[in-house]
């Protein structure tokens, strides 16, 4: 019997002892945790929880009144937990008080201007080095190194602590996220089904069945011209394929490599960029939607892409100037002297291709179609056409809406433009590409071309063409991770309004910039890798905080997402550097630095006619429709004005 009451008793006290502890009157202090990095003058959250002596959670209920960093907050406390939401604009120890209690925590935000050193390394290192990975690499470890430095570890401990959480927190941060992964799908579906329409014979008798059309050297420049943007969706395979394929044409009709060379690599990129089923668009929508998702807008990335291309004036004037140069027959500066030299003396081919061609020969056979297989148009054409037309169908099925289709008060394209502004991109791209390359392998295998095992052979190959695409996207989705937690936008922001820089003039700033990257790396992906996370958000603060309604910060946003690209393509345009410069001058057998030379002022003058009659004008609200025009007709103008006229046509060649 006594036992039994001595049970009962300690039985009583554990439960009373268990009430009073989960009442609010019970024993218990607050333990802060920040929530790293903290940045200087910008909000954070601040983890506050209620525990005993014991560190064990006290379930409290209720609202708290508490002063932290001098300020009063009405913390709502829901099983023990609440949270303040706090800016800290200096290092030293802060106090949380409550109930004339009080707990201390010394915090070190990191001062806002260091989060530009993440973005300022990577572009200092990629014009050291002239090259992209490097460059990402060292500016997502600066980063990591801050964001540790500033938790309190020293020096040594955050050199090691940074260089590991670039791969086991940040590349799998950024790799944890369903677009990232839905573009690295689609990039090597699309690359699949490239080299299989290569090698089944698909693009060489698309060039086949043109190349008769070229007659004289106006219609054999014009022919390539048209090969290059009907091969819009990879610059590699343009390049190559065009430049390999019409080199003995152009010979025969005396236009020059340097020529061929510049149509080649000015039809490209140009087209590769601006198309929407590329394998470009899977790393521009990537970054563009990043951004998108980081600032929680109703929009998706597809949708600012259609916006950004009524702003893509280099790219579409360039196309639009080698057709103009081509037509009028007139050139100018070392082009012109190019191009007199053929007429006159025949073509020679360069004396560096011998060793281009070793060190790119594995890019040849890429693309290479093998004597055995006799080449067909439809074999391309039909894949093509069911990518194309798939992701048209894809965009339209997934953001279909019958209110908005009987919706009697919208026009078709505004109908149009809600529908794919609704619509999943990265489904309609994926279905539509593994479409494409399911067609391109059974087209290959019904006609005994291909057997299915050099189908996935080729397939698997087309896949490791894009490895380089995917680590680029990888490092750059992982450099755009370590620049929101540093805050960067919200400095850059601070400071274009410091400076009262209109913002009117951050697009054709950033058209310059973007150049001058893709100059000096010699490429437009990763100057694309490093501008898009660092621009875009600071484009979206200013908007907003200057004032501009949501449709007109879109538009703002779409046009400076149009500059980026474009100043990628004229920065590739003019680099001796760039891959595809290379490849143009490989496949064309040119000269590379004359191809170089006999290029650089057609760009450069492109580039000055689309900033100052598109860009600027297009910024203050210039209409597409006007600014296009203009542009055009200035570039006829530099044309008639400077440009000498060629001697006639001949179809005879001389060696």
């Known amino acids: 019997m006594i036992k039994f009451k001595l049970i009962f008793l300690i039985f009583v006290f554990l439960l009373f002892n268990k009430l009073i502890i989960g009442q609010e009157n019970s024993y218990y202090y607050l333990n802060i945790e920040p929530e790293f990095p903290i940045i200087q003058g910008t909000s954070h959250i601040y983890n506050i929880s209620a525990v005993d002596s014991l560190g064990n959670i006290v379930r409290i209920n209720s609202i708290k009144r508490v002063i932290f960093n001098n300020k009063k907050f009405d913390l709502i406390f829901n099983e023990g937990y609440a949270e303040i939401e706090a800016t800290i604009n200096k290092s030293e120890t802060y106090e949380l008080i409550w109930d004339n209690s009080s707990t201390e925590i010394y915090l070190t935000p990191i001062p806002i201007w260091l989060s530009i050193i993440p973005p300022l390394i990577a572009i200092l290192f990629a014009l050291i080095f002239k090259e992209v990975f490097t460059a990402l690499m060292l500016g997502i470890f600066s980063g990591a190194f801050l964001i540790y430095y500033y938790q309190g570890l020293n020096v040594f401990s955050s050199v090691f602590a940074g260089l590991f959480s670039i791969l086991d927190t940040y590349v799998i941060q950024a790799l944890s996220n369903d677009s990232h992964l839905s573009i690295i799908v689609f990039s090597m579906l699309i690359g699949g089904t490239v080299h299989l329409i290569s090698k089944n014979g698909g693009m060489q008798g698309v060039i086949n069945y043109l190349s008769p059309y070229a007659k004289s050297s106006r219609s054999g420049q014009l022919v390539t011209w048209l090969l290059g943007i009907c091969i819009f969706f990879d610059d590699y395979a343009n390049t190559l394929v065009v430049g390999n394929t019409m080199r003995p044409v152009t010979d025969k009709l005396r236009i020059s490599r340097e020529k061929l060379a510049y149509i080649v690599d000015s039809t490209a990129a140009p087209i590769a960029s601006i198309a929407f089923v590329t394998t470009w668009i899977g790393a521009e929508l990537s970054y563009v939607q990043s951004t998108i998702d980081s600032l929680g807008l109703e929009t998706n990335a597809y949708s600012v892409f259609f916006a950004s291309l009524k702003y893509s004036f280099y790219p579409i004037l360039a196309l639009i100037f080698v057709f103009l140069v081509i037509y009028s027959k007139r050139e100018f500066g ?7 030299r053929s007429r006159s003396k025949g073509v020679t081919a360069a004396a560096d291709i011998a060793k281009l061609k070793r060190d790119l020969k594995d890019d040849f056979k890429d693309f290479e179609t093998e004597d055995s297989i006799v080449p067909r148009a439809y074999n391309a054409i039909i894949p093509i056409c069911i990518i194309v037309f798939g992701a048209i169908t894809g965009l339209i099925y997934t953001g279909w809406s019958a209110e908005v289709w009987t919706n009697d008060d919208l026009g078709f394209f505004t109908k149009l433009s809600i529908t794919i502004g609704n619509s999943d991109s990265y489904k309609a791209l994926i279905w539509s590409s593994f479409s494409g390359l399911v067609v391109a392998m059974a087209i290959s295998i019904i006609q005994k071309i291909l057997n299915l095992q050099k ?4 397939m698997l190959s087309g896949f490791k063409t894009m490895l380089t695409a995917i680590m680029i996207l990888t490092l750059a989705w992982t450099l755009s991770v370590i620049i929101g937690e540093l805050k960067t936008a919200v400095f850059i922001t601070n400071a274009i309004q410091a400076t009262e820089v209109s913002p009117f003039f951050i697009p054709v700033i950033t058209f310059i910039i973007s150049a001058l990257v893709a100059f000096s790396t010699g490429s437009s992906w990763g100057t694309m890798a490093i501008m898009y996370p660092l621009i875009l ?21 779409a046009h400076v997402v149009s500059t980026v690209i474009a100043g990628s393509v004229l920065g590739d345009h003019c680099s001796p550097i760039s ?17 170089v030379r006999t290029q650089l002022p057609y760009a450069i003058l492109v580039g000055i006619v689309a900033i100052l009659f598109g860009t600027i004008p297009a910024a203050f609200g210039i209409k597409i429709w006007f600014s296009l025009p203009i542009s055009i007709l200035v570039l006829v103008g530099f044309l008639y004005l400077f440009g000498k006229k060629l001697p006639e046509d001949t179809k005879q060649n001389h060696y």
């Not at 070392?334 to 007199?340: F, L």
């Not at 958000?537 to 946003?557: H, K, R, S, V, Y």
């Open 334 to 340: 070392p082009m012109y002297k190019a191009e007199v």
């Open 455 to 458: 189908c996935i052979d080729h």
């Open 537 to 557: 958000p600071a484009t979206w603060f200013i908007a907003i905080e200057t004032g501009m309604n949501q449709p007109d910060a879109l538009n703002f946003f």
């Open 579 to 595: 891959d595809t410069t290379i490849l143009s001058s490989l496949a064309s057998s040119c000269n590379h630095i004359q191809h």
